[in-house]
């Protein structure tokens, strides 16, 4: 063999053990599901192949699923809105900051290091009947007995914020610091005010990490089953925890099969329109 | 007014990151035994307690096989695919970057839900087996994605050069290439453990029953009651897999100034 010839194929042997993976362990798994979502859970409990179309009516008709993807998408666009007016102020921070901009940066993916449950659960120390919150609120004597502020929506979204406030921060901190700080001060100079010169200049420059932010937000924010599973009360299930549900406690698998495949889909546009438009790389200089 | 009050609002977002979690590090010294408010008195004795739960110590050695397994499997995978991004001319190279980062694109309960499926559909059951496929799909892109922006430092002409002073191509791979892949071989590593020891979402469906991770274990144990051993249990996490990494960068940054002093 020509030693072009082998070159060529050098990087595809070194790709091909990844790619098997991928293709094993995740493509042909989705694919799988689809063939498998028009099976049918029999009422002995074993699984008949085949084509019925039972497992997607009820997913696409049931007003009961189509009530709490609904919830699902709310939850994970307010969550997303939070975290871009709480995070962007904060990353506009960080890229400007002179001096502790490399432990502000440190301490920004400290969380990522943390297990998401013991995060979760740490709220429950906050806002529980024994938590910092009531137990101060009973010790300056402002109540007598501990306000029940767990376990609704809004501390799922708090959670959520929590969870996924990081990945936003990162993302908008990564588009800015590409910024050239002299273009505000050049704008600055043809008689903008600060805030204009943000508003026209630096605004429209980060607004490709303010995506990326808010894509990876709203994605894994509308995917979760453990936040609502600990900071919400029975009422406040997500998509992700009617998947569990099927799947873990129903074992009606062509059923969670179907589930998921809504909630891919719903989720699978979202991230097809935002690589149209911005192209994935953007996602990736975040993440990496 | 403008960068004063940026400034405060960045004090309260960093004290919202991280005061809940504080609190759990600070209730697992807490003397009271309700893992709650208010504080008795400073002890270890929760620590004490952990060591001696059998449940925890399975739980724990687990977590630790697991993350230590995916991180050899996801990393060599994810070194080998870096390798041929950063260093080839590849055609479909945007297609390909998207295929190896497709599992993060992905919602993990739909990856979970798949591979469950397929997997006991081929007759894997659920099993250690079956969470360290999962695990290691899911690491393999963060992987890749750590790793590729280490090597793109690493220039092919330095490899070269050695070739062109005579050097086998096996010499220049094992004394040039190799040493400046350590630590993207290393950052890599610890990423994958530590997203497999922390992670819950995909090990809830893919674990068998009576096995359990320390996550599962902490989630379980908080559908009975908050305890002084979760938090403790969590604080040693925490030890685990956020003093790992600042470890490991304590270490590089030692290693480049010794580097950068010694030429």
């Known amino acids: ?288 | 007014m403008g960068w004063q009050a940026i400034r405060f609002w960045t004090i309260l977002v960093y004290l919202f990151m991280f005061l809940p979690i504080a609190v759990v590090v600070l209730l697992a010294f807490n003397a009271n035994q309700f893992g709650a408010f208010p504080m008795t008195g400073l002890s270890l004795r929760w620590f004490e307690e952990l060591f001696q739960n059998e449940a925890i110590l399975r739980a724990l050695r687990t977590s630790l096989a697991l993350g230590a397994l995916t991180a050899v499997i996801s990393t060599t995978l994810g070194v080998l695919a870096s390798l041929a991004l950063v260093r080839y001319n590849i055609p479909l190279r945007n297609t390909i970057s998207t295929i190896l980062i497709a599992p993060i694109l992905v919602p993990e309960v739909v990856l979970a839900v798949a591979l469950l499926l397929f997997l006991q559909f081929l007759g894997i059951h659920k099993s250690f087996t079956l969470l360290l496929f999962g695990h290691v799909i899911f690491t393999l892109p963060f992987v890749i994605l750590v790793v590729q922006a280490r090597l793109v430092g690493i220039r092919r002409d330095v490899e070269e050069a050695a070739m062109s002073l005579g050097a086998s191509p096996r010499q220049a791979f094992f004394t040039i290439t190799l040493p400046l892949l350590t630590p993207a071989v290393a950052a890599g590593a610890l990423f994958a453990f530590t997203i497999s020891f922390d992670d819950i979402t995909g090990t809830l469906f893919w674990k068998p029953g009576g096995v359990e991770t320390v996550p599962t274990q902490i989630f379980a144990m908080l559908r009975n009651s908050i305890s002084p051993e979760i938090n403790a249990l969590g604080t040693l996490m925490i030890l685990i897999t956020a003093g790992l990494p600042l470890l490991g960068l304590a270490i590089s940054r030692k290693l480049a100034l010794r580097r950068d002093n010694g030429t």
């Open chain 1, 1 to 288: 063999m020509s030693i072009e010839a082998r070159e060529a194929r050098q990087p595809w042997i070194l790709l091909s053990p990844t790619l098997t993976v991928i293709a094993l362990l995740l493509i042909i798994p989705v694919l799988f599901i689809v063939v498998y979502s028009f099976w049918l859970r029999t009422s002995v409990g074993d699984v008949q192949p085949g084509f019925h179309l039972d497992n997607w009516t009820a997913t696409l008709t049931d007003r009961f699923y189509r009530d709490i993807l609904l919830t699902t998408l709310r939850i994970a666009a307010v969550t997303t809105l939070i975290c871009a007016l709480m995070g962007y102020p904060a990353a506009y921070f960080i890229a400007r900051a002179k001096g502790n901009k490399a432990l502000l940066l440190l301490l920004l993916m400290l969380p990522f290091w943390i297990s998401y449950i013991i995060r979760t659960m740490s709220w429950i120390y906050i806002l529980g009947s024994n938590g910092a919150l009531n137990t101060a609120l009973q010790w300056f004597g402002i109540t007598a007995e501990p306000i029940q502020m767990l376990y609704n929506e809004t501390t799922v979204i708090l959670g959520l914020v929590h969870f996924l406030l990081p990945f936003m921060v990162l993302n908008v901190y990564v588009s800015l610091d590409g910024v050239d700080e002299t273009l505000e001060d050049a704008a600055g100079s043809l008689g903008a005010t600060k805030w204009q010169s943000f508003l026209q200049v630096t605004l429209p420059l980060s607004l490709p990490g303010l995506a990326a932010g808010g894509l990876l937000c709203f994605v894994l924010g509308a995917g979760t089953y453990i936040t609502p599973a600990v900071l919400g009360g029975p009422r406040d299930a997500m998509f992700a925890n009617l998947v569990y549900e099927a799947i873990i406690i129903q074992l009606n698998w062509p059923l969670g099969a179907a589930l998921s495949l809504l909630l891919l889909a719903v989720l699978g546009v979202l991230v097809m329109i935002y690589n149209h438009f911005l192209g994935l790389g953007q996602l990736m200089k975040g993440l990496g």
